[in-house]
């Protein structure tokens, strides 16, 4: 059985071949694409804070990793805009929760819309596999948790299953040189234009 400190060092290890691969040095050059799940947040509410470690994640990975930034061009903007104008927004629900080994995570159904922008992604930008590779299915996935699961996390999330959202853009991620996220471009389905801030 994989621990998640062997799941954690696949996704490192399938980042840094990618990277590699395509002759990245530098960790600021960290880029994914993700799609938001707010409704998320419900789930973990009230939940007490221990220490610093981190319990729910708001995503799900679409691709990671993605483009470094240094090379990032408006070229490969255009073609992920292109790709996700020809996908509807769609709704879905988080009505279950299931397990990777080492980790906690509630399920998005449908998971097909999911699967196929991955897909489509992947098709125009090959040298980017779903987590760099290491691993043979695409199972769209909100992280709860990481590692040893907390006592009692289980319930208080199925206590506040189901919660409703709704994908209507995917957004490009990049990583600063002191580690943080931050959302570089976003990609409305359909086409759509987003307001310029």
């Not at 610093?52 to 992920?80: E, Y």
């Not at 104008?85 to 299931?98: T, V």
């Not at 699967?115 to 290491?134: C, N």
Request: charge should be neutral.
């Amino acid at each position: 059985m994989t621990s998640a400190p062997d799941v954690a060092a696949r996704l490192r290890g399938a980042a840094k071949a990618t990277a590699r691969r395509v002759g990245v040095a530098k960790r600021d050059t960290h880029t994914e694409l993700i799609i938001e799940v707010p409704c998320a947040a419900a789930l973990v509410q009230g939940w007490p804070s221990r220490g610093r470690r981190k319990i729910g994640w708001r995503h799900v990975t679409v691709l990671d990793p993605f483009v470094p930034s240094f090379v990032l061009d408006r070229s490969a903007i255009a073609t992920v805009r292109e790709v996700l104008s020809g996908f509807q927004p769609f709704a879905y629900r988080l009505a279950r929760i299931d397990r990777f080994p080492g980790v906690l995570y509630a399920a998005p159904e449908p998971a097909e819309p999911f699967v196929a922008i991955t897909e489509a992604l992947w098709r125009r930008f090959p040298e980017y596999p779903p987590y760099g590779g290491a691993f043979d299915e695409i199972v769209p996935h909100v992280t709860l948790a990481l590692g040893d699961e907390p006592a009692g996390l289980t319930e208080h999330v199925l206590e506040r299953l189901p919660v409703d959202g709704r994908v209507e853009e995917v957004v490009l991620m990049m990583e600063s040189p002191d580690g943080r996220w931050h959302a570089a471009e976003r990609f409305a389905l359909g086409g759509r234009a987003w307001p310029q801030s």
